[in-house]
C-alpha cells in the first residue's frame, strides 16, 4: 500500500500509467470491449466487477490529461444517436472529469468504428467490469513539469 494513492490503482495499473509517455493514450473499457482483437500486443489490463465511474476517478487522480490537444478524452459514440447524445453513464464521466479541471467541451464522442481505430493506436487497454454498453473512453496523457524558463 501507498500512502495517498487511491487503492483501486494495483501495481500493474501503476507501472502502466506510469510507463506511458506524453500523448500516449489509454482506454478504459467496458466489460464487453473486444480489447484482446484490438489491444493485440498491447498491454491488457483487467478491473473485475469494477466499473467505469469508479476506475475512471482513480486513474484521473494520477493521470495527467493532455493540454496540447483540444480532446484529450474522447468516448465510444451510443450508435443511432444524435450529435450530442450522452448516455447516463457518459454524462457522469464527464462530470467527474469536469470536477477534476476538464471543460466538458473538451470530451468528444467518437463514432464506434473510428473509435476503434484510435483504439489500435492506444498504449494500452484497461478492461473494467462495467456493463453498460457504449461504456469507453479514451485518455491522452499530457505533461507534468515547469514552465519553459525565459
Not at 495499473?13 to 500486443?41: P, Q, R, Y
Not at 480532446?71 to 450529435?83: C, F, K, R
Not at 492506444?122 to 514552465?147: D, H, M, S
Amino acid at each position: 500500500m501507498l500512502k495517498g494513492i487511491d487503492p483501486l490503482l494495483s501495481p500493474e495499473l501503476l507501472k502502466l500509467l506510469a510507463e506511458m509517455g506524453h500523448d500516449d493514450a489509454v482506454v478504459l473499457a467496458d466489460a464487453n470491449f473486444t480489447a484482446m482483437s484490438l489491444g493485440a500486443g498491447k498491454p491488457v489490463l483487467r478491473l473485475p466487477g469494477v466499473g467505469m465511474i469508479r476506475t475512471l476517478e482513480a486513474v484521473v487522480s494520477v493521470f495527467p490529461l493532455a493540454e496540447d490537444v483540444t480532446h484529450p478524452v474522447a468516448y465510444m459514440q451510443v450508435g443511432d444517436t444524435p450529435e450530442g447524445y450522452r448516455s447516463a453513464l457518459q454524462r457522469e464521466a464527464v462530470a467527474l472529469l469536469a470536477s477534476a479541471g476538464l471543460p466538458p467541451e473538451r470530451v468528444q464522442a467518437v463514432e464506434r468504428y473510428a473509435f476503434y481505430e484510435r483504439v489500435k493506436k492506444a498504449y494500452a487497454i484497461v478492461v473494467t467490469g462495467e456493463l453498460e454498453p457504449w461504456g469507453n473512453f479514451l485518455l491522452r496523457k499530457g505533461v507534468l513539469g515547469q514552465a519553459l524558463r525565459p
